[in-house]
């Protein structure tokens, strides 16, 4: 089983700062298992990221992913007051289907 | 717009059952592979079960296996999670999830399942 750790596990930024985060993976995983996901309080992850870098539909361009191996970040360029949330990621296996990490949470310096 | 809207969460004794729902709609339910993901304070989020489209292909965690049925009618536009021998650990948020290529990418909302003697 793939063990996915995120770090930070809090990261305290202002809004218009660069936010990155980590995702390092327990073995190499292909970058085309790999993504991410924003969740508010009270709502679903919502998908950012798939593929380690593709963004998905009606994301901003803002946010970044890259990486590969065992070692994939999550960029937030700058960022706006309704970014701060947590981040989860999460790879594609085979048992189980899906890991996801620890979560960062993204807090409001 | 794609919606899912889980339902059937509520509190219940250890070794009790619950069946959850998801009501699918804004897309071809019958075209797509579903999952069920649940989210507790002590364990994150967690991948229970997949259900392939035509609901010939099935998996689940080991956690949950022999427990937990996933099902689906693709006519309701419906996925369900059938739940038996429920636990105190079973208790969280449970999602139910679209799967696109290798990431679930369309969550519903959740139902709150809570475990409690």
């Known amino acids: 089983e793939i063990v996915l750790t995120q770090s930070p596990g809090t990261l305290s930024l202002s809004p218009g700062e660069r936010a990155t985060l980590s995702c390092r993976a327990s073995?190499?995983?292909?970058?085309?298992?790999l993504a991410w996901y924003q969740q508010k309080p009270g709502q679903a992850p919502r998908l950012l990221i798939y593929g380690a870098s593709t963004r998905a539909t009606g994301i901003p361009d803002r946010f970044s992913g890259s990486g590969s191996g065992t070692d994939f970040t999550l960029t937030i360029s700058r960022l706006e007051p309704e970014d701060f949330a947590v981040y989860y990621c999460q790879v594609y296996g085979s048992s189980p289907m899906y890991t996801f990490g620890q979560g960062t949470k993204l807090e409001i310096k | 717009e794609v919606q899912l809207v889980e339902s059937g969460g509520g509190l219940l004794q250890p070794g009790g059952s619950l069946r959850l729902s998801c009501a699918a709609s804004?897309?071809?339910?019958?075209?797509?592979?579903m999952n069920w993901v649940r989210q507790s304070p002590g364990k994150g989020l967690e991948w229970l079960s997949y259900i392939s489209s035509s609901g010939t292909t099935i998996y689940y965690a080991d956690s949950v296996k022999g427990r937990f049925t996933i099902s689906r009618d693709n006519a309701k536009n419906s996925l369900y999670l059938q739940m038996n021998s429920l636990r105190v650990e079973d208790s969280a948020v449970y999602y139910c999830?679209?799967?696109?290529?290798?990431?679930?990418?369309?969550w519903g909302q959740g139902t709150l399942v809570t475990v409690s003697s």
């Open positions: 073995q190499s995983v292909s970058s085309f298992y």
């Open positions: 804004g897309f071809t339910f019958s075209t797509y592979s």
């Open positions: 999830a679209r799967a696109a290529l290798v990431s679930p990418d369309y």
